[in-house]
């Protein structure tokens, strides 16, 4: 184990006194070794792309504990910078070993090891955001991708997030425990639902499109993760809350707010269904059950949803893989006897068993009533 400075999952609002990404703490990390820029963990490889040696000379007696110094960036001297960058991966490192450590608990196996790739695509503009990428071609191909198991690219960061009346901090998304969690996630779909059926696919020839129950299902182990439902709230504080480009998973949004089709934004979908998922939880829990009974659901339901054998990769065989409605079914025969509790809170959704999701949002539209009139 080794020392390691990181930012824990911080469920204040800012008005509450939350100043940064998350609660800044001394923690012990596995680490199985530390190179100039990287660190290998059992279940991951956390590494900066963008040259220069982090983890050498002054700091490492102290493990890896390093200043996060605002998140760094084009206006921090170098020596801050530096610091930033090392705190980056270490950060990144942490997160994404707890997240998986947390899900192959849950499922009692472990998942395929995950490269993650600190400050990608910057060769044009800096970018604040973060990726999950696997080789291949067509919408999303990234020839920087090669780990057939799935990378996860964070970029360098970009812009800053006001603190207070003079402070800044930089949205360095290693630094941020939500997009580190989020991508994660998309490794977990990949290697249990497999929403795309990339196990079909040649290991070089993966598809990245991701569909709405794919950023929904990554939101939700999010908020599990972090333990809030404002998972985004930090840097995306100027949006409101009402607003869905805040991402905030609320019993507000059901189905009559999924747009679908060639123009629907999947993240924007997904919330949909990270919201109705987050209320089944929150139903799992006032039974008196832990939360985690709803997380194990979730992750056996994952895993149910890709344990099925479809003749090829056909277009129908994929059009059914994005149906809410699908996952929900396998979710509750992981756990019948969560069973009325989760799909009493789906409901309220609008997201009901054997329904496709363009036909469950017609009848959120018309208020139920059409759904109603075929059933
Ligand atoms: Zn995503």
């Known amino acids: 184990m080794t020392r390691a400075a990181v930012y824990l999952p911080d469920r204040r609002s800012r008005s509450e006194g939350r100043s940064g990404p998350g609660r800044l703490e001394e923690i012990e990390l596995d680490v199985l070794e530390v190179g100039s820029a990287h660190v290998v963990l059992p279940e991951a490889t956390v590494r900066d792309e963008r040259g220069g040696a982090l983890f050498t000379g002054d700091g490492l007696g102290r493990g890896l504990v390093f200043d996060p110094s605002a998140g760094g960036g084009p206006m921090a001297d170098a020596a801050a910078d530096r610091a930033a960058r090392a705190f980056g991966v270490v950060n990144a490192a942490?997160?994404?070993?707890?997240?998986?450590?947390?899900?192959?608990g849950l499922l009692g196996h472990p998942l395929p090891r995950l490269l993650v790739r600190i400050g990608m695509h910057e060769q044009t503009r800096r970018w604040g955001g973060?990726?999950?990428?696997?080789?291949?071609?067509?919408?999303?191909?990234?020839?920087?991708?090669?780990?057939?198991?799935?990378?996860?690219?964070?970029?360098?960061?970009?812009?800053?997030?006001?603190?207070?009346?003079?402070?800044?901090?930089?949205?360095?998304?290693?630094?941020?425990?939500?997009?580190?969690?989020?991508?994660?996630?998309?490794h977990v779909c990949r290697h249990t639902a497999d929403f795309r059926l990339n196990r079909l696919r040649p290991p070089g020839q993966q598809t990245n499109k991701?569909?709405?129950?794919?950023?929904?299902?990554?939101?939700?182990i999010t908020a599990i993760l972090l333990d809030?439902?404002?998972?985004?709230?930090?840097?995306?504080?100027?949006?409101?809350?009402?607003?869905?480009?805040?991402?905030?998973?609320?019993?507000?949004?059901?189905?009559?707010?999924?747009?679908?089709?060639?123009?629907?934004?999947?993240?924007?979908?997904?919330?949909?269904?990270?919201?109705?998922?987050?209320?089944?939880r929150q139903r799992v829990t006032a039974t008196g059950a832990d939360p985690t009974r709803f997380d194990t659901l979730l992750l056996l339901g994952l895993e149910l949803f890709g344990r099925d054998n479809p003749a090829g990769l056909t277009g129908d065989a994929l059009r059914e893989r994005r149906h809410f409605s699908r996952l929900l079914a396998a979710m509750v025969e992981a756990d019948p006897a969560m069973a009325p509790h989760v799909l009493a809170a789906m409901a309220e959704h609008g997201i009901h068993l054997g329904v496709s999701n363009n036909d469950l949002s017609r009848a959120a539209r018309m208020g139920g009533s059409r759904l109603a009139a075929d059933a």
Not at 139 to 162: I, M, N, Q, R, Y
Not at 211 to 220: F, K, L, M, Q
Not at 235 to 259: C, G, N, S, V
């Open 210 to 220: 991701k569909r709405a129950v794919d950023e929904g299902t990554s939101d939700v």
């Open 130 to 186: 973060g990726h999950y990428r696997l080789p291949g071609q067509g919408v999303g191909a990234d020839p920087d991708a090669t780990s057939p198991a799935g990378e996860v690219h964070l970029g360098g960061g970009a812009g800053f997030v006001a603190t207070s009346g003079t402070d800044r901090h930089f949205r360095a998304p290693a630094h941020n425990p939500a997009i580190v969690c989020h991508e994660v996630g998309h």
């Open 228 to 280: 809030t439902a404002d998972i985004y709230g930090w840097h995306r504080h100027r949006i409101p809350e009402y607003d869905r480009r805040r991402r905030k998973l609320d019993p507000r949004w059901t189905m009559a707010h999924f747009q679908g089709g060639r123009h629907g934004d999947p993240h924007a979908d997904g919330t949909v269904w990270a919201s109705a998922c987050w209320s089944a």
């Open 94 to 104: 942490f997160h994404t070993q707890r997240a998986l450590r947390y899900v192959s």
